[in-house]
């Protein structure tokens, strides 16, 4: 009643009735402080927290019931809730003290926990988050793209673009509204499972990607086909000191400034990316979870981000449980909040903590109001509270419709790289009649990667249907290695290598199985190995099917760096797959068929062998001074390398001009001729280096790459443009800066010095 009194005097002194946050034609700010005004701090404190699907709290009980297990409280990864089931979380969401889902993996279930959102007191609609990583494939029935690993092979970011485009709009069909991606960590240690996930390498390539990939899921953040993007992890948690997820990372402010960060930065300059997730790792002694120097400091300070922080998995809980910087959880949500996090991913103690906190006078309310604005803000640009549900009829016409596949096609065609061939590719049909077929993958939906869940077998093209559909005169022989490369039978592989003598070809499918509803897959999020060595079986698979006489060759399908150097050696033939999506079976064998001309390009350098992990192309001068007496020191397969069924040469580098200014810029002209006698795509690179500069630079950069489509016979002139930004580095003050002197250009078609034209010009 107080409140009514204050509310009606305030009113009229004011002369104006408080804002209507329904009211869709006011202004997203002011429709936020509208609403901010006439919330309860449970109701606030409710936006910062997110849960489980109530379907996934379903079956897990269930799960529990039927084995009639007690599961540990602190199972996280089952997302478990004691005492809690789905019928509270309904309750829960009615009364306003949820937020947000994460993993609703269908339609109907998004728009009934939205209903039950839309009767709380103020009707705030929920935001879904996903793993929408390579399409919407966590959920059924989606379009389900190559991984990121491999879709960076392309240096196609308009095809980056596209697919996160046509994922918004899938996504928006299950209304599902934040997707948690793009990732855009660089990934350099082939041991940490989710290399998949990333764009490789190199940190223009992934910012590149990035970038374009922010685009396509959210437009302008303002109609039906948009979805908030998340860049994460905030940061390096593929630079681990083991190669372990979550392990701890212990990189220099240099190093994290010139390789991890850019990504993120471009993300927020370029193209505001919405939302951000912190890492689960530590960086040089501070769990990025309580890093106010990562969230506030460099991200809102420096970056200028204006979205909102989600935590990831349970990590805030693990300041206290894991990293021990927190004596209690209590402990934990504070430090992490105080450090700028603003949602919490799923957990049930943080909701009561959080208020308690704020109820004793720890974290100030007006704290709490800055990350329910940022909330808020996303959830009314989304159009929301407008349209809190989908249509179902309508979302099943867009989901998986013709334009969606046919871009996974193609993205897969873009995205399989053939790093050796001696001339027995493209496959002669009339010379290989009878092909033997083999290895894990060969015929399962292991294709698919990280990310996704099983899809109809329709939907989904393995390797040997799509053998069987582009070479329906060939005979395929199929020996099946099962799905698990570390479970193979050792008669199998004795099977293949017998029938390998009666065949007139071998292709041995290698790699690791990484579709996530795999049990016992061995690649992906938490699958983390001490060496890139085949795993299982594969090796000896290989060499023995290869030495039935048979030409062998052979295909990799795997979201990491395996070391094939004994294949490499020994093999005619070799393509590297990654994780091609829903049909990369039919772009592998239209590779080997050539009914494609491959084009793409390395994203991560592949080592010899475990020795090698962490080899990655932009090394420090000193990095070879002392060579490895016990093997070749460089890697099998460099950053961007790969091969094409026609050649291409470089020809005719030459600079716009010789000097420059710290603010000029220099335009790169090359010209690339098609020698060969097929059409093709060649992926032009532009790497820098500074030859002499006052702290070491690496040996060669990537500044820019450019896809060239040529005609057989055909020459274009390509051109870059060299912009201060990409002459600029840290100096010993850590201030960005261009220094004076010469600087090398060098123009080709991998990041070996082989195949690049070098130029030079001066900084005065
Ligand atoms: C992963 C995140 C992911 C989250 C939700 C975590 O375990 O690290 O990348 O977004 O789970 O699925």
Request: glycine share 8%; charged share 25%; hydrophobic share 35%.
């Amino acid at each position: 009643m107080k409140n009514l009194i204050l509310l009606a005097v305030v009113v009229a002194m004011c002369g104006c009735a408080p804002k209507d946050y329904k009211d869709a034609t006011l202004p997203v700010e002011e429709r936020v402080e509208a609403l901010l005004s006439q919330m309860t701090l449970e109701e606030k404190v409710g936006q910062m927290s997110q849960y489980c699907g109530v379907e996934h709290v379903r079956v897990r009980d269930m799960r529990i019931a039927q084995k009639r297990k007690k599961i540990a409280a602190n199972d996280d990864a089952n997302a478990y809730y004691p005492g809690i089931n789905a019928d509270t979380l309904l309750r829960w969401t009615e009364e306003g003290k949820i937020g947000s889902y994460l993993h609703v993996l269908t339609v109907e279930e998004a728009n009934m926990l939205q209903e039950h959102a839309m009767r709380s007191r103020l009707g705030i609609p929920l935001i879904f988050g996903i793993d929408a990583i390579h399409g919407n494939a966590l959920a059924p029935d989606n379009t389900n793209y190559p991984t990121n690993i491999g879709l960076a092979c392309s240096f196609n970011p308009d095809m980056a673009y596209k697919i996160a485009r046509q994922t918004a709009k899938e996504m928006r069909a299950m209304n599902m509204h934040w997707t948690f991606n793009p990732n855009v960590d660089v990934a350099r240690d082939g041991r940490w499972g989710r290399c998949g996930e990333t764009y490789g390498e190199d940190t223009y390539l992934v910012g590149s990607m990035g970038v374009a990939s922010v685009k396509g899921y959210q437009g302008n953040l303002d109609s039906q086909d948009d979805v908030l993007a998340c860049i994460k992890h905030l940061i390096a948690g593929s630079q681990s000191v083991n190669g372990s997820n979550a392990a701890p990372t212990d990189v220099s402010e240099r190093t994290l400034r010139e390789v991890f960060l850019p990504p993120y930065e471009r993300c927020l300059t370029e193209v505001k990316a919405g939302s951000l997730m912190t890492a689960h790792n530590e960086i040089s002694g501070i769990p990025c979870h309580a890093s106010k120097w990562l969230m506030e400091d460099v991200m809102r300070g420096e970056c200028g981000f204006e979205g909102f922080v989600v935590s990831d998995w349970m990590d805030i809980e693990r300041l206290h449980n894991l990293h021990a910087v927190a004596e209690n959880r209590k402990e934990a949500f504070y430090q992490s909040i105080m450090a700028g996090m603003d949602m919490h991913m799923h957990g049930i103690y943080w909701f009561d903590e959080v208020i308690e906190l704020v109820r004793e006078g720890r974290i100030p309310e007006s704290r709490i109001d800055e990350s329910v604005r940022r909330i808020l803000t996303a959830k009314f640009r989304l159009g929301l509270f407008e349209n809190p549900y989908a249509d179902v009829e309508q979302g099943a016409k867009v989901r998986l419709c013709e334009e969606h596949r046919q871009t996974a096609l193609e993205a897969a065609r873009q995205s399989i790289v053939l790093v050796k061939n001696d001339g027995i590719l493209p496959l002669d049909v009339r010379k290989y009649k009878r092909v033997m077929v083999t290895g894990v993958n060969a015929d399962d939906q292991g294709i698919l990667g990280d990310w996704s869940s099983k899809q109809r077998p329709e939907n989904v093209t393995t390797i040997l249907e799509g053998l069987r559909e582009v070479a329906p005169q060939t005979e395929f022989v199929f020996v099946n290695q099962g799905v698990y490369p570390n479970k193979m039978k050792q008669e199998k592989v004795d099977e293949a290598v017998r029938k390998a003598r009666t065949a007139d070809l071998n292709i041995v499918v290698v790699g690791e199985q990484g579709a996530r509803y795999m049990k016992g897959r061995t690649c992906g999020e938490n699958r983390d190995r001490a060496n890139i060595e085949l795993l299982g079986l594969q090796e000896e698979l290989v060499r023995r099917v290869a030495a039935s006489g048979k030409p062998t060759i052979m295909v990799v399908v795997a979201g990491r760096p395996q070391n094939v150097e004994w294949a490499d050696e020994n093999l005619p033939a070799i393509l590297y797959a990654w994780e091609p999506g829903m049909y990369g079976g039919q772009a592998v064998a239209e590779i080997l068929y050539g009914k494609v001309n491959p084009s793409a390009k390395m994203s991560m350098t592949i080592p010899r062998g475990s020795g090698q992990i962490g080899v990655y192309y932009n090394y420090k001068p000193s990095h070879y001074f002392h060579k490895y007496l016990d093997q070749n020191p460089y890697p099998l397969y460099h950053f961007g390398y790969g091969l094409s069924y026609t050649t291409f040469e470089y020809s005719d580098l030459s600079l716009s001009t010789e000097k420059i200014s710290a603010d000029g810029t220099v335009d790169v002209e090359v010209t690339i001729t098609n020698t060969g006698e097929r059409d093709g795509v060649e992926i032009a690179q532009l790497y820098i280096r500074d030859c002499y500069s006052s702290v070491t630079r690496p040996v060669k950069e990537l500044k820019d790459f450019a896809r060239v489509e040529l005609k057989a016979g055909e020459s274009k002139l390509v051109k870059f443009t060299i912009t201060p930004d990409k002459l600029q580095f840290y100096n010993a003050d850590m201030q960005r800066i261009v220094e004076p002197g010469e600087f090398k250009v060098m123009v080709g078609s991998s990041s070996r010095d082989e195949d690049l034209m070098t130029a030079s010009f001066v900084v005065e």
